[in-house]
Nanobody
Framework: QVQLVESGGGSVQAGGSLRLSCATTIDTYGLNYMGWFRQAPGKEREGVAAIYMRSRATRYADSAQGRFTISRDNAKNTVYLQLNSLKPEDAAMYYC??????????????????WGQGTQVTVSS
C-alpha cells in the first residue's frame, strides 16, 4: 500500500520560510510525477507545484511561482516544497500527492491517485 507522509508544517510570520517534506513508501522511480496541493478552510484544494520524477521538470501555480520550489530526492523517496516569502494567504493544509498515471494534469486534483494526510501551514501577519 502506498503511503505519503508529510512533515515540516508550522507557524511562521509573514515573510518567513518553511520546508515541507513528503516521504513515500513507494519507489519514486515507479511514479510519473508528484505534487503539492493546499486547501484553506472553505476553499477548494488547489495545486501548488509538481515535479516529474524522471526528468525533474517542474510546474508551478501562478501564486507559487518565484516563491516556492519543489524538489525531489529519489534515493530517499522524498519530495520537498520550499516555501519562501510566505504570505497570510498561503496559510492552509498542504497535501502531498503522487501519480502513477501516464497522462494527467499535475496541478489538478484529478491527476493523482495517492494522497497524504496533510501538514498545516499557518502564516501570521
Amino acid at each position: 500500500q502506498v503511503q505519503l507522509v508529510e512533515s515540516g508544517g508550522g507557524s511562521v510570520q509573514a515573510g518567513g520560510s518553511l520546508r515541507l517534506s513528503c516521504a513515500t513508501t513507494i519507489d519514486t522511480y515507479g511514479l510519473n510525477y508528484m505534487g503539492w496541493f493546499r486547501q484553506a478552510p472553505g476553499k477548494e484544494r488547489e495545486g501548488v507545484a509538481a515535479i516529474y520524477m524522471r526528468s525533474r521538470a517542474t510546474r508551478y501555480a501562478d501564486s507559487a511561482q518565484g516563491r516556492f520550489t519543489i524538489s525531489r530526492d529519489n534515493a530517499k523517496n522524498t519530495v520537498y516544497l520550499q516555501l519562501n516569502s510566505l504570505k497570510p494567504e498561503d496559510a492552509a493544509m498542504y497535501y502531498c500527492a503522487a501519480a502513477t498515471m501516464a497522462w494527467g494534469n499535475p496541478l489538478a486534483v484529478t491527476g493523482y491517485n495517492y494522497w497524504g494526510q496533510g501538514t498545516q501551514v499557518t502564516v501570521s501577519s
